[in-house]
């Protein structure tokens, strides 16, 4: 049975995030670094070679595959950035409306810009999402 590929792993989070050369999705991704931190009270782990994650959850399915994961993170990808909300967006549809441009997968948000958002309702999805799933499998 094959294990999670996304694993945490030593490399440095500041610099990965200097690699980045468009001043402004720098800029953004360091933002999210500290927003991160600061919702999460959390160290920044790097998950793969381009997730950074903080905190995480040992899952385990019925078929008995089972593993770890980010309980919330981001990766600055090359068209957007992937923000991961483990606890998908069903529940928070009344803060989707008012977050501004984005688009979901079943539990990544993607934003272009962080200009297209509003912040204070980002920081209210981190959490709520972050302390749900940790409550959830963490106690």
């Known amino acids: 049975m094959s294990g999670n590929k996304t694993l945490p792993n030593e490399a440095s989070v500041t610099q990965f ?3 980045i050369s468009a001043p402004q999705k720098k ?3 360091y933002f999210l670094l500290e927003l991160m931190k600061d919702i999460t009270g959390e160290a ?10 903080f905190g995480s959850y040992h899952y385990k399915y019925d078929s008995g595959r089972e593993g770890d994961m980010l309980l919330t993170g981001f990766s600055p990808r090359a068209q957007n950035f992937s923000l991961y909300i483990m606890a998908g967006f069903d529940r ?3 803060l989707m409306k008012k ?3 984005h688009s979901t997968g ?3 948000l993607y934003i272009k810009r962080l200009s297209d958002i509003d912040i204070e309702v980002l920081k209210e ?11 959830k499998y963490n106690g």
């Open 17 to 19: 995030l200097d690699k």
């Open 27 to 29: 800029e953004d991704a």
């Open 44 to 53: 920044p782990v790097m998950w793969g070679p381009s997730i950074i994650g």
């Open 92 to 94: 928070y549809e009344p």
């Open 99 to 101: 977050l501004g441009k």
């Open 106 to 108: 079943k539990t990544c």
């Open 125 to 135: 999805l981190i959490a709520t999402s972050y302390i749900h799933y940790n409550k």
